[in-house]
């Protein structure tokens, strides 16, 4: 079993919304800090936001601040991502990661990866 997966992808228009969750399993999210990445075609993995192991943190690309929130319910072991007002630039896979040094945005900082999750948007 994959320590994390995602699920919440989908089709949405423009100025849609999409809330992505990513489960984890078997590693404790009071010690982990996850992040989302976004993988287009012919383009590089983009970190999207993370969160800190203590949820005090959040960190946000520019391209999506304002609009896409990441929280967490370590109860449920679950990271969540509240997109809004979604844009084509936005398409991609979608790949939750946990890492202990920290939020961060780069990958190589990520220990875990989930196996991502596919958002259009398109009209």
């Known amino acids: 079993q994959l320590p994390l997966v995602e699920s919440g992808g989908g089709l949405v228009q423009p100025g849609g919304s999409l809330r992505l969750s990513c489960v984890v399993s078997?590693?404790?999210?009071?010690?982990?800090?996850i992040g989302w990445f976004r993988q287009a075609p012919g383009k590089e993995r983009e970190g999207v936001s993370c969160?800190?192991?203590?949820?005090?943190?959040?960190n946000y690309a520019d391209s999506v601040k304002g609009r896409f929130t990441i929280s967490k319910d370590n109860a449920k072991n679950t990271v969540y991502l509240q997109m809004n007002n979604l844009k084509p630039e936005d398409t991609g896979v979608y790949l939750c990661?946990?890492?202990?040094?920290?939020?961060?945005?780069?990958?190589?900082?990520?220990?875990?990866w989930g196996q991502g999750t596919q958002v259009t948007v398109s009209s």
């Open positions: 990661a946990a890492g202990y040094r920290g939020c961060k945005t780069k990958g190589s900082e990520y220990d875990y």
């Open positions: 078997g590693l404790t999210l009071d010690y982990y800090s």
């Open positions: 969160i800190s192991s203590s949820g005090g943190i959040t």
